[in-house]
């Protein structure tokens, strides 16, 4: 996932392919979303063992 600012305006690409903006934002949240689940599980797992 890139953004990129140029003389243009901002260009999004997901793996190479331009998408929209908005697309690229959902992703970009979904994304966010699974490494924060991922995290917490990550910490529900330490605090079991302590």
């Known amino acids: 996932?890139?953004?990129?600012?140029?003389?243009?305006?901002?260009?999004?690409?997901?793996n190479g392919e331009r998408?929209?903006?908005?697309c690229w934002?959902?992703?970009y949240i979904a994304a966010l979303e699974a490494e924060n689940e991922a995290l917490h599980?990550?910490?529900?797992?330490?605090?079991e063992l302590i």
């Open 19 to 22: 998408v929209s903006e908005g």
């Open 1 to 14: 996932m890139s953004a990129h600012h140029g003389r243009a305006g901002w260009r999004f690409e997901i």
């Open 25 to 27: 934002k959902r992703r």
């Open 41 to 47: 599980a990550k910490l529900a797992k330490i605090y």
